[in-house]
């Protein structure tokens, strides 16, 4: 689960008033209960990222847009990665959006810091997107997708179908990094 603060409850509702969205539309549009989003903008649980995932599909923002504050539009991004806000995961590691929050893009990158024996999420996602690229910056861990295993190691890559039941764990001793892309 992603720590729950006045500021992310905030920002889901602000996001979700600026489309002119009740709380059933975007939860309709987001695939989760009424109730659930309800509690969200109240501050009164957590979200997971894939809760996340799926509000960002609803909204057709970036998950970013729920910790990084947007400005002017500019031709260039230039960010360190230790200025972007990390998330941490409930079972072990943290998630760092790296999207532009200025250029239009088609794509939502994000590299994710798993700790040894964590994951990252359980279960299905039910994002919309189906196209979805990893690269192994660091590390290795296991895919588990669709009923199979896929193990991973440093410098390799794979695409897949994010709308599958996956799941990602570290299965090393060593902290692991996973530099993933979704289209958007």
Same mark, same amino acid.
């Given at each position: 689960?992603?720590p729950?603060?006045?500021?992310?409850?905030?920002?889901?509702k602000?996001l979700r008033?600026k489309?002119?969205?009740s709380?059933?539309g975007?939860?309709?549009?987001?695939?989760?209960?009424a109730?659930? &989003?309800s %509690?969200? /903008?109240? +501050?009164?649980?957590?979200?997971?990222?894939a809760t996340?995932?799926?509000?960002?599909?609803?909204l057709?923002?970036?998950?970013?847009?729920?910790?990084?504050?947007?400005?002017?539009?500019?031709?260039?991004?230039i960010?360190?990665?230790?200025?972007?806000p990390?998330?941490?995961l409930?079972?072990g590691?943290?998630?760092?959006p790296l999207?532009?929050m200025h250029?239009?893009?088609?794509?939502?990158?994000m &590299?994710? %810091?798993l /700790?040894? +024996?964590?994951?990252f999420?359980?279960g299905?996602?039910g994002?919309k997107s189906?196209?979805?690229?990893?690269?192994?910056?660091?590390?290795?861990?296991?895919?588990e997708?669709d009923g199979r295993?896929?193990?991973?190691?440093?410098?390799?890559?794979?695409?897949?179908?994010?709308?599958?039941?996956?799941?990602?764990?570290?299965?090393?001793?060593?902290?692991?990094?996973?530099l993933?892309?979704?289209s958007?």
């Open positions: 689960m992603v729950v603060t006045k500021e992310l409850s905030a920002k889901i602000a008033e489309q002119g969205l709380q059933r975007l939860a309709e549009a987001a695939g989760i209960s109730a659930s &989003l %509690q969200l /903008e109240a +501050g009164l649980t957590s979200p997971s990222v996340l995932e799926k509000l960002a599909d609803g057709g923002v970036a998950v970013a847009a729920f910790f990084i504050e947007t400005g002017d539009a500019v031709d260039i991004e960010f360190d990665l230790n200025d972007r990390s998330v941490p409930s079972q590691g943290r998630f760092i999207t532009a250029q239009p893009t088609g794509f939502e990158p &590299l994710v %810091q /700790e040894p +024996g964590g994951r999420e359980e299905q996602y994002i189906p196209h979805a690229f990893v690269w192994m910056r660091r590390g290795k861990a296991l895919l997708y295993e896929y193990a991973l190691s440093e410098m390799q890559s794979l695409y897949y179908d994010a709308r599958k039941q996956h799941n990602w764990r570290n299965v090393s001793d060593e902290i692991c990094e996973l993933m892309v979704r958007r």
